[in-house]
């Protein structure tokens, strides 16, 4: 620190005070009058206040303001501010912050008296204290920077975690209304499936099994229903049986519903007849039609099945097994006695042959309702033996070789039939009567239940107070006398029924009527065929007439039929 050195200019001398930020030596002036006393030893005065010098000029006027000798008590003289040169480049220019002023020249760097810079940390014997004592040092002669610390990595660490654990408790609650929502929904799924169940159970307080299992609680237009006409023909004892076989694929459920052959239709020229004389006379496609007129339904196709063909099925299928209700005997039996081809009982086991007789016996006196019935029970059964499968049973179809009707090939009747084979196994099916009056009428009351709800149609059987039906036959043993009689009913504005002919001529004819609120048209109609008015009586009548004619050898058709 008392290093000196003769620069040259004048006798002045340089004292080394320290060094810059760049670690190059500051020294400072020593006036030539000072050198030739006896070095003295200034203590290091950082604000110059208590050493000998020029006064910092902090405006950089260009003059410095002679600071007072506090050692000698005298003033230094005024001389141009010094400059420094931090990159020791040999050029001096004066410190003027404002850049106002500067000083230009070859001089040494030089620390004017009462000017300090702060410094980087130097050598340790720079920064020990001075004679005086320990350096004093303020905030304002330093330039502070910030770096960060351990405990801003601290605070940024801390600000990640609440973060990260915002996010969590955010992502956690959502996945919470996830999980509530998903149960809601479960919840509502379990509730309207067992009310579903409930429902179609019928076990729901005031709905009934029924109701709910034949679709009552949905309207007959929401439903779709395949619906094929089946009509079974006795090739050996003649006679017709039909039914309707529907597959309800809304409801999947499958029903055969049997018609009775005194069903009243309505033929194309608007005559009244009866299913059996319509099978028998207009054929497939024309009773087809009659029956969707009546029915109010759409059936696709007619499936003619003779007995030959029904007995081939039952084989084919491998038997089928039924609770009968009757004893059929064998019509091949010569002997009384002989057991009976078909034995009553339940879960009998049913070949071809036997099937067929089952199928098409009618007891003395029964109804025609009931062979009808037997041959219900045999639908089902077959459908219970055969394939699910549509290829399948399309093949066994097919192996049938029987003539179908145009409107229905071998491929569509059998898929159909796989379709309710299916419903058969499940045991979603069965067999309905379509409950048909002695006049071949429904009521609406009566028919309801299987006209609506397993047909989805609607009954239209003749109304009260509609064209008298005049059901004839003819015992005259001239055949052409039954067209004649038609001809001249029509004219006269009554519908005519055909009720065949009698295998024994009658010598006389009869008119019957068994309502007394009909005699008054029994005697229009004996006038209208020219029949005398005492073959008029009460008795009687045909099924679906209103009044019954007997046609005898005393009719004599007018010249006008």
């Not at 030089?110 to 720079?126: L, M, N, R």
């Amino acid at each position: 620190m008392n290093d000196r050195y003769d620069a040259g200019y004048g006798g002045d001398q340089y004292e080394l005070v320290g060094y810059d930020e760049y670690n190059q030596p500051v020294y400072r002036q020593i006036p030539a009058q000072q050198t030739q006393q006896p070095p003295q030893q200034q203590p290091y005065d950082p604000y110059g206040q208590q050493q000998q010098g020029y006064a910092y000029d902090p405006y950089a006027t260009g003059t410095q303001q002679q600071a007072p000798s506090y050692d000698t008590g005298q003033q230094a003289p005024s001389t141009p501010q010094s400059g420094y040169d931090p990159y020791a480049t040999g050029t001096t220019t004066a410190y003027d912050p404002y850049g106002q002023t500067a000083t230009s020249g070859q001089q040494p760097r030089v620390a004017e008296q009462t000017a300090y810079i702060p410094q980087q940390a130097g050598p340790a014997e720079d920064t020990e204290a001075t004679d005086t004592g320990e350096r004093d040092y303020n905030t304002g002669q330093f330039a502070f920077v910030e770096e960060p610390t351990d405990d801003s990595e601290d605070v940024i660490d801390w600000l990640n975690f609440t973060e990260n654990r915002t996010e969590r408790r955010e992502e956690a609650k959502r996945r919470a209304r996830g999980r509530m929502v998903a149960l809601v929904v479960v919840l509502a799924l379990v509730v309207s499936g067992g009310v579903g169940y409930l429902w179609y159970a019928g076990k729901l307080p005031g709905v009934s099994s029924s109701a709910s299992k034949s679709g009552t609680t949905t309207a007959a237009g929401a439903q779709n229903r395949d619906v094929i006409v089946v009509h079974l023909h006795n090739t050996s004892g003649g006679g017709t049986s039909t039914a309707l076989l529907v597959d309800n694929t809304t409801t999947k459920q499958g029903t055969t519903v049997l018609v009775p052959n005194s069903l009243a239709l309505t033929d194309d020229d608007g005559n009244t007849t009866t299913l059996a004389k319509s099978v028998d006379d207009d054929g497939s496609s024309g009773t087809r039609d009659e029956l969707d007129t009546v029915l109010g339904t759409n059936i696709e196709g007619t499936w003619r099945l003779d007995t030959p063909y029904l007995q081939n099925l039952v084989d084919l299928v491998g038997n089928i097994n039924i609770d009968t209700n009757v004893a059929v005997p064998d019509p091949a039996a010569t002997k009384k006695g002989a057991a009976p081809l078909v034995h009553k009982g339940k879960d009998q086991t049913l070949s071809g042959k036997s099937a067929v007789a089952y199928a098409t016996y009618r007891a003395s006196g029964e109804a025609q309702n009931a062979q009808l019935e037997r041959f219900g029970q045999v639908m089902q059964g077959v459908l219970r033996q055969l394939t699910s499968d549509p290829t399948a049973a399309t093949t066994t179809v097919q192996t049938l070789a029987q003539i179908l009707d145009p409107s229905l090939t071998d491929k569509d009747l059998g898929t159909f039939l796989a379709k309710l084979a299916d419903l058969a196994k499940g045991g979603d099916y069965k067999t309905a009567l379509l409950p048909v009056q002695n006049d071949g009428t429904m009521t609406a009351q009566a028919s309801a239940s299987v006209v609506k709800d397993v047909l989805g149609g609607s009954a239209k059987s003749p109304d009260e107070g509609s064209a008298v039906r005049v059901a004839v036959q003819n015992a005259t043993g001239v055949k052409d006398d039954t067209e004649k009689a038609r001809v001249v009913l029509l004219n006269g504005g009554f519908t005519f029924l055909e009720a065949g002919t009698s295998s024994a001529a009658s010598a006389t004819s009869k008119v019957t009527y068994s309502d007394a609120a009909d005699k008054e048209n029994a005697t229009e109609v004996a006038k209208t065929l020219g029949l005398p008015t005492s073959t008029v009586t009460k008795g009687t009548v045909s099924a679906n007439a209103d009044v019954s004619v007997l046609l005898g050898e005393d009719y004599k058709p007018s010249s006008s039929s």
